[in-house]
């Protein structure tokens, strides 16, 4: 073992490929809602909309599954976005004020089965524009851009500045037509007399195209003036003077415009050949008046064959009594609602009617981009309700505390799931489609349906469709109904929303599931497992509570069985300082279909939870948390163990998360102790008399073995360190723990400081042990019981971050019933089990039952990282259907994955996933068992990636355009062709498309090069938009030499200007 841990060449080129067939990275694709959004966009043409974000992100959606991703080279603020209708092309405008032309580019088309397919579309960079001088400097702040304006014909771009003057760009080239530059000088002088007060015009708020008449064009300046200007005569046709100018916007016909203002008003005006000056609207109204109100930021005006035109505004509220909130209103008519949101207003949208042959608009729907998610209303409907998202849902409407994946779920919980969560959706009488759908998929179905479960601050779980590209909510499961919580006051006759609506002015309604404050923090989910076979879920939170719930398809009415667990069980000395636990109701609650609370265990002291097991074939649950773990038959509702784990001088276990009496000099005279401790360190450990057989082989193992010069030395923690007795993971297995030749049920428990208990167990009617051999006590009587078999203290006392027992074949255990239900190949029983203990610091196997070390790697010794979390994936190759491996999957506090084989724990690949600044990244990570895995790049989006060379999720879409799918000819003259896998470089830096290429031809970029040569640790820093394609993969695919001329000229790139990063 050691000599091939240690060896310097050589490498078995069979070995190579198989790995090669297995393990690829690639960060496929993001999920969620786009982290502070900050420009909104719609295609009416080709269905498609954009948002960009304050990072330089731009994100195209469509049809559920329709993606499109694009990043601009430096993370500065996207302020505008407009489509050119029906080409694919797109424009931004930058916070730097540079202007940016996108376009969406088809790759080659491709042969499945013998049929061609269409090619796959994907956003390029093609050019960028500033105009002259320079933003921020007093002298040039007058070329400063606020609005932009694309003509019908989308041969002309009109932008507007700070300064007042109109400038025109020819497109798609981005050139200057510098003889139609429109200063305020020729406006200025068709000003009345009274009007001009020696002052000018001030910014360019609003530039809006005739929709009538091509050519003509309305300019809305800051102080109020509005100018009818006719571009290709370049003269004025029409003057209209008002007040402070927020936006404009024209009726269908064109005879009318409307201007919102900054005293929350909106105005009229008429457009007439005969009079050159209108210093009065047709009529003006302040509808939340007459006290001061805000600013109304956007107007639109609809026209509805129904009768009266839609109008739709944001802001305008009472400035005194309402000026916090954030709202857009909806009129028709008599029918007025002010859409009350719980985050800012960004932008908004109709999806109408553009039809030139139709004479009236009739919006359909209404979308709304705010700070922190996307509302869709249906303005089809009687009352506008707001349509379910199939995508964008915010992740963060409470904020998440953990995640799960659970990987080819059964149809038929997948189906009761699906009806439980349109049962909570059935006050919503909406039959309408989703609008934005454009686009076609081109990925194929889903071979098996996942789930993502996320916990939540506020208490509860949402069941997320992660089979595909689209993060689609299914059901969202509530616990707070368990608990009296500060929301259980009596019903307020005045919330009610029908009441507001008749009584209060303006009529809000609360619109959108963004809600980020929580009733009560101690209903916060901190773990959970879900057992997919028998429909049992467990939810354990941070006020020490675990519940366990069955799925049940009708409403019930029932009281829930409350069982305390004292994990402390009666030591002397200690005194819990945090919260309390929450009060559980008693009496019967009511619960909707879905999960259903069975029985709540309340652990005793409240500490949060942080570790769970739950085995349904058992009745069995576990749960651990900073003072023990115990053992619970939900069943037969009795508590079976309680183990306290606690030090002596584990005071600081006693305070709590949400506590603030934590001694500051404690934790500085903890400090100290470790400076003092390190310092001594250099003089040789004296190993203690063992106490144990584990302690024996760890010692001997020790002796023997002679520190390789490349290890770093460890040194091993104190007892008496805070927080040492937090059990840190559980797990039940049905293995060799008494003897050789009888196996039952275990458990497996492992703390911070080191420990790990296993017990055998005694479950009526399972396994070989004592308890079958009773023959005079039944299975309704019998209890189960719980015996410590082994206590294992590992040397370091680096904490336990997972515990796996491996059948006789060197495989995992399969999950319960996957074994008796024929769900899975039976685990074999006949050899020797053996255990695979992961600490932080290394990676240990043990034989069964004997407790043995068998083999080991040393993580932190040999790479200078610390495991964060671990999971043992199940990879297929992608060249053969009937290979697959059991793989260990190891990231670390660096960010980094590292892929060892079972048992013999050798080191497969490595690869560089998450930044190691990104400790909320790293902590969120989670994988599937088919080699995927998601991991939190913002409060409200995940990010998809994959290690395996088979199984991928990617967006494959494709969109049908008015223009040929080539790149646009760039300025100087160069036309940017797509390569083969959709990327092309331009004189600004590097794009980066979508792979094309199948995923049997993704490979690691250090599989050419020995296990523990430098170069298979390389130094790929990949930030968390994923900047990793097939061609940078294939460079690296050669010679050592040649990497290293890639690596060095990657460097040099990234020197130049920004450079487009796509994924």
Not at 312 to 328: E, F, Q
């Amino acid at each position: 073992m050691m000599k091939f841990r240690f060896r310097r060449q050589g490498t078995d080129p069979q070995r190579e490929r198989i790995k090669q067939e297995l393990f690829a990275f690639n960060k496929t694709v993001g999920h969620g809602f786009p982290h502070q959004p900050s420009a909104l966009a719609f295609d009416p043409k080709l269905q498609l909309m954009a948002i960009g974000t304050k990072s330089g992100a731009i994100k195209i959606y469509g049809a559920p599954g329709v993606e499109f991703t694009g990043i601009h080279g430096d993370a500065t603020a996207v302020t505008q976005i407009h489509f050119l209708p029906g080409q694919g092309r797109l424009l931004s405008l930058l916070d730097d004020n540079t202007i940016h032309l996108w376009e969406l580019v088809a790759g080659p088309s491709r042969e499945v089965g013998g049929a061609k397919k269409e090619g796959v579309v994907t956003l390029k960079h093609v050019d960028s524009y500033s105009l002259p001088g320079r933003p921020g400097i007093e002298s040039c702040s007058a070329t400063r851009v606020t609005v932009l304006l694309l003509l019908k014909s989308c041969d002309l771009l009109c932008i507007g500045t700070e300064g007042g003057g109109v400038y025109f760009l020819e497109l798609p080239r981005l050139s200057l037509k510098e003889n139609q530059t429109l200063l305020q000088e020729p406006i200025t002088q068709r000003l009345p007399d009274d009007y001009r007060c020696g002052k000018s015009l001030g910014p360019v708020e609003s530039l809006q195209e005739h929709p009538q008449q091509p050519g003509k064009i309305l300019i809305g300046y800051s102080r109020g003036l509005v100018v009818l200007w006719d571009l290709g005569a370049g003269r004025v046709e029409q003057l209209f003077l008002g007040k402070q100018l927020e936006s404009l916007v024209w009726e269908r016909s064109g005879n009318l415009f409307v201007s919102s203002h900054n005293d929350g008003g909106y105005s009229v005006w008429a457009v007439t050949s005969g009079n050159a000056c209108s210093p009065q609207p047709v009529s003006s109204t302040i509808p939340y008046g007459p006290f001061p109100c805000k600013a109304i930021n956007k107007i639109l005006w609809r026209t509805s064959q129904s009768g009266s035109p839609v109008l739709l505004y944001s802001g305008g509220m009472p400035r005194a009594s309402y000026g916090d909130r954030h709202c857009l209103t909806v009129q028709q008519d008599k029918e007025h609602v002010t859409l009350d949101f719980t985050s800012r207003v960004i932008d908004f949208f109709t999806v109408h009617s553009i039809k030139p042959e139709k004479e009236f608009d009739d919006p359909s729907a209404l979308v709304v981009l705010l700070e922190e998610e996307l509302v869709v209303i249906d303005l089809q409907t009687p009352g506008w309700p707001s349509l379910p998202t199939p995508y964008l849902a915010p992740l963060h409407s409470s904020a998440i505390t953990c995640s799960c994946h659970i990987a080819n779920v059964p149809p038929k919980l997948w189906e009761r799931l699906i009806n439980a969560g349109k049962a909570q959706r059935g006050r919503q009488q909406t039959h309408m489609s989703w609008p934005i759908c454009g686009g076609k998929n081109l990925a194929p179905p889903p071979k098996q349906q996942e789930l993502l479960l996320t916990g939540h601050e506020d208490g509860t779980v949402r069941f997320w469709d992660a089979s595909g590209v689209a993060l689609t909510p299914l059901y969202k499961l509530g616990t707070a109904n368990v608990f009296h919580t500060d929301c259980d006051d009596p019903h307020d006759p005045g919330d009610d929303p029908d009441l507001q609506q008749e009584e209060e002015w303006p009529p809000f309604r609360k619109v959108g599931c963004f809600d980020p404050y929580s009733d009560d923090p101690r209903l916060g989910i901190q773990k959970m497992s879900l057992c997919k076979y028998s429909n049992k879920l467990m939810v354990a939170g941070t006020a020490g509570q675990v519940i366990v719930l069955g799925f049940n398809d009708e409403r019930s009415d029932h009281s829930v069985d409350v069982s305390v667990v004292d994990l402390l069980q009666d030591r002397e000395g200690f005194t819990w300082k945090g919260h309390s636990r929450l009060e559980p109701r008693l009496k019967p609650a009511p619960f909707p279909p879905g999960f259903q609370p069975l029985v709540l265990v309340q652990c005793l002291p409240p500490a949060s939870v942080t570790a769970v097991a739950l085995h349904t074939e058992w009745n069995l649950i576990a749960f651990g948390t900073s003072h023990g773990f115990g053992l619970f038959d939900y069943h037969r509702r009795n508590s079976v163990l309680a183990r306290c784990t606690l030090h002596p001088n584990d005071s600081l276990a006693m305070e709590g998360p949400l506590s603030r009496v934590k001694s500051l000099k404690k934790s500085l005279r903890q400090s100290f102790r470790r400076i003092r401790k390190s310092r001594v360190s250099g003089k040789k450990r004296v190993i203690t008399t063992p106490t144990s057989k584990v302690q024996e082989a760890n010692a001997a193992l020790a002796e023997q073995e002679e520190v390789a010069p490349v290890q770093r030395r460890i040194e091993p923690r104190s007892a008496d360190d805070s927080l040492s007795g937090v059990v840190r993971c559980l797990c039940f297995a049905d293995t060799f723990l008494r003897d050789g030749t009888h196996h039952g049920p275990t458990l497996w428990a492992g703390t911070n400081s080191g420990s790990v208990y296993a017990y055998a167990l005694e479950v009526p009617g399972v396994g070989s042990g004592r308890a079958c051999e009773r023959g005079g006590a039944s299975e309704s009587s019998s209890c189960v019981e719980a015996v410590l078999g082994k206590e294992i203290q590992l040397m370091h006392r680096a904490p336990v971050v997972s515990i796996c027992v491996l059948d006789g074949r060197g495989k995992p255990l399969p999950d319960p019933y996957e074994a008796s239900q024929d769900l899975a190949i039976a685990p074999d029983m006949t050899n020797a089990h053996s255990v695979l203990i992961a600490s932080e610091e290394q990676l240990k196997v043990f034989s069964l039952p004997k407790v043995s070390a068998k083999t080991k790697f040393k993580l932190t010794a040999h790479e200078g990282c610390r495991v964060r979390k671990v999971a043992l994936v199940l990879f297929s190759s992608a060249a053969q259907e009937d290979y697959n491996e059991h793989t260990l999957v190891c990231l670390t506090n660096l960010g980094d994955m590292h892929l060892f084989n079972i048992p013999a724990l050798r080191p497969q690949v490595r690869y560089d996933c998450i930044r190691k600044e990104d400790i909320s990244g790293i902590a969120s990570c989670v994988f599937s068992k088919n080699g995927q895995g998601f991991y939190l790049i913002s409060p409200s989006e995940y990010e998809r990636f994959s290690l395996s060379a088979k199984v991928l999720t990617e967006p494959l879409c494709s969109v049908q355009l008015d223009r040929p799918l080539e790149l646009t000819i760039s300025r100087d003259g160069t036309t940017m062709q797509p390569q083969a896998n959709g990327t092309h470089k331009t004189q600004m830096g590097q794009a980066e498309g979508q792979t094309l290429e199948p995923p049997s031809s993704l490979s690691s970029p250090i599989l050419d090069t020995p296990l523990d040569s430098p170069l298979s640790c390389a130094d790929l820093t990949l930030d968390s938009t994923g900047e990793l394609t097939v061609e940078d993969v294939r460079d690296f695919l050669t010679t050592v030499d040649e990497v290293e001329n890639n690596l060095k000229n990657m460097k040099e790139e990234e020197g130049r200007s920004p450079g487009i990063l796509i994924n």
